[in-house]
Nanobody
Framework: QVQLVESGGGLVQPGGSLRLSCAASERIFRGTYMAWHRQAPGKERDYVASMSSGGTTNYADSVKGRITISRDNAKNTVYLQMNNLKPEDTAVYYC?????WGQGTQVTVSS
């Protein structure tokens, strides 16, 4: 049973933007903390950003000022707006909520 579905990844040039989406089942999304993590090739999965059900946000230092997390409670969806992307942002991005991980979406930043 698929409960978190990410989309929006792709290939973008340095300095470009992407918006990732994570559609969640209501059982996962309602009243819970949602987060994005990423895993670059050969590296561990790292925290990127999170948002509480009340709207409190937190970000990894490496993405502050460039990435914004948001949620649409009517659509059970959490977003990750990524601007001024750098090659080091290249990774598979995973959505997380209530102990469940999505399948990931690939983001590649390259000229």
């Amino acid at each position: 049973q698929v409960q978190l579905v990410e989309s929006g990844g792709g290939l973008v040039q340095p300095g470009g933007s992407l918006r990732l989406s994570c559609a969640a089942s209501e059982r996962i999304f309602r009243g819970t903390y949602m987060a994005w993590h990423r895993q670059a090739p050969g590296k561990e999965r790292d925290y990127v950003a999170s948002m509480s059900s009340g709207g409190t946000t937190n970000y990894a230092d490496s993405v502050k000022g460039r990435i914004t997390i948001s949620r649409d409670n009517a659509k059970n969806t959490v977003y990750l707006q990524m601007n001024n992307l750098k090659p080091e942002d290249t990774a598979v991005y995973y959505c997380y909520g209530r102990g469940v991980w999505g399948q990931g979406t690939q983001v590649t930043v390259s000229s």
